[in-house]
């Protein structure tokens, strides 16, 4: 018996999506809220305190000394990891669990830091490594 | 009546199965009133020890002693779909900070609850 084109489109459709998402995990881990230029943009070097930085993005996750003042430190993260394992397709018919599995980790790790003076006035800011968002791309080659 | 019920339970069964949620923290609650009850320039280092226990860190920062109090706490959510999972972990921290003079006396107090805003999320994508 022969299929219309109108059937075969779905079905088609349905196949292709279930062979491009089988066996796939998608995964996210942040930690804090991740903080851009746009957020510290009203720190002004010489005028800003570490208490109105507080007031508008909350306690730092450390505070340590140095030699010309303190270093507060905003600390946050955003992983993304995805993962296909291909090892599904073929399930139904083997009588072991097979496994080819592609996966791919982004570490979106980053953070802030402030250096203020004796007074509490913030001399210098800035990202510690300030790397671009991680995408969910499981292809890792 | 009864179809109906049994319709909507079959329904929730449905759409709640797969689902997984988890919850991690690490430290004690920060309680709201020993915060509230440190005064500037009045509470002294034993009664902050006294209201809130030994501190996670002892710092000393421009020629101050510092109590540094933390906990975290860490959501997950799965949606374990067959063909499909979504995963979604959200962590963030309660940080407290009291700056002590050299006398002993508290200086200032910095605090901020971020775990009071954290929600069970499973969608990854996005914000």
Not at chain 1, 1 to 16: A, D, E, I, N, Q
Not at chain 1, 41 to 65: E, H, K, N, R, Y
Request: proline share 5%; hydrophobic share 45%; aromatic share 10%.
């Amino acid at each position: 018996m022969k299929l219309p084109l109108s059937g075969l489109c779905p079905l088609l459709l349905s196949t292709v999506m279930c062979v491009t998402f089988v066996g796939c995990n998608v995964v996210r881990i942040t930690l804090n809220t991740p903080l851009t230029q746009d957020d510290v943009a009203f720190i002004v070097p010489g005028q800003t305190t570490l208490a109105d930085v507080i007031t508008m993005l909350g306690t730092p996750d450390s505070i340590t000394d140095s030699h010309t003042g303190v270093v507060a430190t905003y600390r946050f993260l955003d992983m993304k990891y995805s993962r296909v394992n291909f090892g599904w397709l073929l399930r139904p018919w083997s009588p072991v669990d097979p496994d080819l599995i592609i996966s791919r980790t982004g570490f979106g790790a980053d953070a802030f830091e402030l250096l203020c003076d004796s007074d509490w006035v913030v001399t210098h800011r800035s990202f510690l490594r300030h790397v671009s968002g991680p995408r969910f791309n499981p292809y890792p080659f | 009546m009864i179809f109906r019920r049994s319709l909507l339970l079959m329904l929730l069964a449905i759409l709640l199965q797969g689902c997984a949620f988890s919850r991690g923290t690490l430290g004690d609650d920060i309680r709201s009133e020993a915060v509230a009850a440190i005064k500037k320039a009045t509470t002294t280092k034993a009664e902050v020890l006294s209201l809130l226990g030994a501190p996670d860190r002892l710092l000393q920062v421009n020629g101050r002693d510092v109590f540094q109090y933390y906990r975290y706490d860490a959501k997950a959510g799965s949606l374990l779909l067959i063909i499909i999972n979504f995963s979604r972990l959200s962590i963030k921290s309660d940080d407290l900070f009291v700056i002590l003079n050299r006398e002993g006396i508290v200086e200032d107090v910095i605090s901020s609850k971020r775990t009071d805003g954290l929600e069970f999320r499973f969608w990854p994508f996005g914000e």
